[in-house]
């Protein structure tokens, strides 16, 4: 026969294992909404006046390589010239988005639905100046920007997932 003592134990015990279910789903389900309202201020940035101003006016410079970059668009000082400012602005926020990736604070699949196409863009234009830049400031210039890209094209070439 079994006795109180006996049911009480077994009681406890189980109630201590549901409690660790419930508390890992707790868990798992607060680190996504973490990742979720991280992903979404992001894109508040993302959307806003300002990054599109910068984007576009970054798109529509005109340079052959890092060189002639420097020339025509190359910060002089304070106040900064616009196109650079724009290239800081863009650049930034993609290498600061690709540093959240590579530290696995945010997921791929979120990043390349909510920015499908302009750190794509961005980094193919780019990619002559971040050449230059690590040339005179060191190899790690927008890495991580460099690794979002990356890992955007890679996710490009796996079958879509409707679901």
Known sequence: MVDVSTVS?????????????????????????????????????YSSKEFWEAYTKFMMMKFEDYNDYKKKYAPTGFPEKPEALAWATVSVFFNGVGILLYMKLIDINLVARLFPTAPIYTWEKMKPLVEGFRKERGPQMYAEYEYLYNEIKKREQQPTKIG
Do not use: E, H, P, W
């Open 9 to 45: 134990i077994v009681v406890a015990a189980a109630s201590v294992v549901a409690g660790v279910i419930y508390y890992s789903f707790q868990l798992r389900n607060q680190t996504k909404m973490r990742q979720t309202d991280l992903v979404m201020r992001l894109y508040s940035t």
